[in-house]
């Protein structure tokens, strides 16, 4: 099946610092959506990008939409220890009109550990 | 809206037990997808749903599995006969159409075959 190479595995981070994780394929991604997962929760959408070049903020999160359409990557400035969890990346591949299917592709997560 | 709603939160069964999780999708949602997530292979797609019809079940491990939406507003994924390798979390979501897929997760069931 399709895969996403999501890196990096895991961060160690000290509060204060900015993050950076991103995920790459081989295919085209239509859309790109980046989740978070608290232990014992299920993946909150964070942030969605369906344009190729897009940057798109949400607070202090910014993720970019690759302009190859075969990568994308979150940024977290300034980390809190909120901010711990495990960040999915997720892509679309084409829509069912345009002859695809409207499922998504997960990558394996960034878990983030933020040390006050 | 509560948004997806999942049942049990927690199951324990024995190998060989029969086992039903349901899903309500948010309300509105035409597409309904059930995911496994395991520590080895991360988060699966088993199968999804547009407007109640089964659409991709390319994702379902084997015929233990099935899954069955009657209503626009429910869904179950039955296990049976359960194994130990189907221990799992199973999450649920939905989705508005297929050109907004920001899918909305379900807080899962944590599925223990012992």
């Known amino acids: 099946g399709q895969q996403l190479n999501q890196s990096p595995q895991s961060m160690f981070i000290q509060e204060g610092e900015d993050v950076s994780m991103n995920c790459t394929s081989s295919?085209?991604?239509?859309?790109w959506l980046w989740y978070k997962q608290d232990p014992g929760e299920g993946p909150v959408l964070l942030i969605a990008l369906y344009k190729a070049g897009e940057l798109t903020s949400n607070g202090r999160l910014t993720a970019q939409f690759g302009i190859t359409r075969k990568d994308s990557f979150l940024n977290i400035s300034a980390s809190i220890p909120s901010d711990v969890g495990i960040y999915f990346c997720?892509?679309?591949?084409?829509?069912?009109?345009?002859?695809?299917?409207?499922?998504?592709?997960f990558g394996k997560g960034t878990k983030l550990t933020v040390n006050p | 809206d509560a948004g997806v709603i999942q049942s049990p939160r927690h199951e324990v069964t024995e190998m060989g037990q029969e086992v039903t999780l349901r899903c309500k999708p948010i309300?509105?949602?035409?597409?309904l997808f059930w995911y496994r997530q395991t520590m080895m292979r991360g988060l699966e797609l088993l199968i999804y749903?547009?407007?109640?019809?089964?659409?991709?079940d390319s994702g379902m491990p084997e015929d233990r599995f099935s899954a069955k939406m009657p209503n626009a507003s429910f869904s179950t994924l039955k296990i049976q006969p359960s194994e130990p390798r189907d221990s799992a979390v199973y999450f649920c979501a939905s989705s508005f159409n297929a050109l907004n897929t920001e899918a909305f997760f379900g807080q899962g069931t944590r599925l223990t075959v012992v």
């Open positions: 309300s509105g949602h035409d597409y």
């Open positions: 997720a892509g679309q591949l084409r829509s069912r009109t345009q002859g695809g299917s409207e499922k998504l592709v």
């Open positions: 749903f547009n407007n109640n019809v089964p659409i991709d």
């Open positions: 295919s085209i991604f239509n859309t």
